[in-house]
Nanobody, 125 residues
Framework: QAQVTESGGGLVQAGGSLRISCVVS?????????MGWFRQAPGKERQFVAS????????KIEDSVKGRFTISRDDAKRTVYLQMNNLNPEDTAVYFC?????????????????WGRGTQVTVSS
């Protein structure tokens, strides 16, 4: 069973940048699977943010963060990154990383089998 652990969250001012990371331990071959980031703001449902396919060549980015957020992976480190630039208070949320059950870059929660506990990102105005 894969274990997913996020890190790197924190408090940042509006307009700032932050990179959060996600390490996957155990489970099957990391490089065979797509990875995704989701977020949940207070009082709201969890929503898709970004995903990357098994090779890192294809990504899918949610419209509200397109042009500001970038997802990438380092298979040697079994790590996925979410680089977040030009942050605004609406980006405040708990960010969750998940491993897909397939090798594709997908935006559907049901496709993801292993989830982390999340890392808090707070953007002050």
């Amino acid at each position: 069973q894969a274990q997913v652990t996020e890190s790197g969250g924190g408090l940042v001012q509006a307009g700032g940048s932050l990179r959060i990371s996600c390490v996957v331990s155990g489970g099957r071959t990391f490089s065979n699977y797509g990875m995704g980031w989701f977020r949940q703001a207070p009082g709201k449902e969890r929503q898709f943010v970004a995903s990357v396919n098994w090779s890192g060549e294809r990504t899918k980015i949610e419209d509200s963060v397109k042009g500001r957020f970038t997802i990438s992976r380092d298979d040697a480190k079994r790590t996925v990154y979410l680089q977040m630039n030009n942050l605004n208070p609406e980006d405040t949320a708990v960010y969750f990383c998940a491993q897909a059950r397939t090798n594709q870059a997908l935006d559907t929660e049901q496709i993801y089998g292993a989830w982390g506990r999340g890392t808090q990102v707070t953007v002050s105005s």
